[in-house]
């Protein structure tokens, strides 16, 4: 991967490589509760997902991943992740 990357769909952890930086800007799950965030492997920062009340929607959100700061989701179905885009 290389910056101007377009990264899309991916469930659960990612951890980019060291020196890799990436900006997330919607996170989507379909048909299930759960939560998403960043950690750095012992704390979290996280929001809850409940698609019961609005199905197959998506989140636009702004955030950044490194090596260190990094993504995590925990859901139910397959058919979640996130799209974003490498800029280092």
């Known amino acids: 991967m ?3 990357d377009v990264i899309n ?14 900006i997330i800007f919607t996170n989507f799950m379909n048909n299930t509760n759960g939560y998403f965030g960043i950690t750095d492997g012992v704390s979290v920062s996280q929001n809850y997902w409940n698609t019961t009340i609005i ?4 989140d636009p959100i702004k955030f950044g991943i490194t090596n260190t700061i990094y993504y995590y989701t925990a859901q139910v179905s397959p058919n ?4 974003g885009i490498q800029i280092k």
């Open 9 to 22: 769909n991916f469930v659960g952890t990612f951890q980019p490589a060291v020196g890799v930086e990436i």
């Open 2 to 4: 290389v910056a101007g």
């Open 55 to 58: 199905p197959s929607a998506k």
């Open 80 to 83: 979640g992740g996130w799209s």
